[in-house]
């Protein structure tokens, strides 16, 4: 079955750096784009980041662009989102997904709190 598990999340001060990792399992994942969303504390999801299946074609909601990068690498079934110049509003669960028509599949979310 489709797994997504996410990784890396945590603690870190205003200004600093994260790494997030997807590890992906149960379906073909060179084929499908990957999206990266998050959750705030007592708000709706938002949508960050997405990559294509190749990698080649990349995604940012305005409120992380030139800040996040997403990568993806495809022999490890793994997708990546690098969080630079983190800010306290960026404090969120985030989630890793992915579309296999019918179905939206979803990870667990690793949590990320930016705080001093």
């Known amino acids: 079955q489709v797994q997504l598990v996410e990784s890396g999340g945590g603690l870190v001060q205003p200004g600093g750096s994260l790494r997030l990792s997807c590890a992906a399992s149960g379906f073909t994942f060179s084929t499908y784009a990957m999206s990266w969303v998050r959750q705030a504390p007592g708000k709706g999801l938002e949508w960050v980041s997405g990559?294509?299946?190749?990698?080649?074609?990349?995604s940012y909601a305005d409120s992380v662009k030139g800040r996040f990068t997403i990568s993806r690498d495809n022999a490890k079934n793994t997708v990546y989102l690098q969080m630079n110049s983190l800010k306290p509003e960026d404090t969120a669960v985030y989630y890793c997904?992915?579309?296999?028509?019918?179905?939206?599949?979803w990870g667990q979310g690793t949590q990320v709190t930016v705080s001093s």
């Open positions: 990559i294509n299946s190749g990698g080649g074609s990349t």
């Open positions: 997904n992915v579309d296999i028509i019918p179905y939206r599949y």
